[in-house]
């Protein structure tokens, strides 16, 4: 990416919202913990395709990272996280509602 | 048309907070999934996870302005800083963990701006979460390639005689910009100096602000 021709640079800033900020702080936690390393969350960003860049947020690349990395360490199985995502999806329309067991 | 709230209640009662109450996304569905396996498996907990949330919180430029000033104001210390930043930096409570702090000083001849061309790498713990624009693909592309380009879009324009380094951070190895110390400081201290030192000329994309416009209150 470094090098390649670009815009102005956007300065529009927002507040991360809670969801974002929960990313942020699974990140820190799982590698503090010896789940993966900074690295291994660069190297699933880094292997995303540059359509990825274009149609993800930042914080949706980082959770899609850390969930590669934490299968790939045998954390928790993909059978798991389905299982899970489709009680979440059941619980209601808005992240608020989902968040609620 | 108004929002109906009824239909925005927690089971406690209480109203979600607005950026909680829009279509839950797929992204946002893994991430409740990962948080709740987790905690269920006993790889964290949610009092550890909101700990470490107010803790993202509370770091802001400020600490990074209080390592410059305090540069600024005693020599010693300024050498420490060069010398092993993580370990200066650690030494007033700034903890940086196992990466490698690398400060780096402009002076009259040389300007240093820094950027993560891959992600987002950046000094959190002592300047806080980055901007979105540290993150944005424009910044990351053409600060490497362009940087007097990108630093004029800033406002800051560099005489041609002074050099611009331009350091790419790693996710192991983050970069602090030690701006110069404005003239007409003679005698201030290193509380008064702090105020001056911004976000952005610890990133290198500004300067410190000028003396003359902040009212110097005795001490």
């Known amino acids: 990416m470094g090098g390649d021709a670009a815009g102005p640079i956007p300065t529009e800033q927002h507040d991360f919202s809670l969801w974002e900020k929960r990313v942020d702080a699974l990140m820190v936690i799982a590698s503090s913990k010896g789940h993966f390393t900074v690295d291994g969350l660069r190297r699933v960003l880094e292997d ?21 990395n934490l299968i790939e360490s045998g954390v928790y199985t993909t059978a798991e996280l389905a299982a899970r995502m489709s009680d979440v999806a059941a619980r209601g329309a808005t992240y608020g509602e989902a968040s609620h067991e | 048309m108004p929002h109906d709230h009824h239909d925005h209640l927690s089971p406690s009662g209480h109203p979600y907070r607005p950026d909680d109450d829009h279509p839950l996304t797929y992204w946002q569905q893994m991430e409740i999934a990962i948080r709740e396996i987790l905690i269920e498996k ?6 550890e996870i909101n700990a470490q949330i107010d803790a993202m919180d509370a770091r802001s430029p400020a600490n990074g302005a ?10 010693a210390f300024r050498d420490d800083l060069l010398r092993d930043a993580s370990a200066a930096s650690a030494s007033m409570g700034f903890d940086i963990g196992p990466m490698k702090l690398i400060a780096v000083e402009n002076t009259a001849d040389v300007h240093n701006v820094i950027v993560c061309t891959l992600c987002s790498c950046y000094p959190r713990n002592l300047l806080g979460l980055p901007p979105d624009w540290y993150k944005s693909r424009a910044y990351r592309s053409r600060t490497v390639k362009e940087p007097r380009k990108v630093l004029a879009e800033f406002g800051v324009d560099l005489p041609d005689h002074v050099t611009v380094r331009v350091h790419d951070s790693t996710a192991d190895m983050r970069y602090i910009v030690v701006p110069a110390r404005p003239d007409g400081t003679d005698g201030w201290s290193a509380d008064q100096l702090a105020a001056l030192v911004t976000r952005d000329s610890m990133i290198g994309t500004g300067l410190p602000k000028d ?9």
Do not use: D
């Open chain 2, 42 to 47: 006993g790889v964290t907990t949610a009092a």
């Open chain 2, 211 to 219: 003396p003359g416009a902040i009212a110097q209150t005795p001490r």
């Open chain 2, 66 to 75: 209080a390592v410059v000033a305090r540069a600024w104001t005693e020599p």
């Open chain 1, 48 to 68: 995303m395709s540059p359509q990825s860049f274009e149609t993800m947020t930042y914080y949706e690349r980082w959770i899609a990272s850390v969930n590669q």
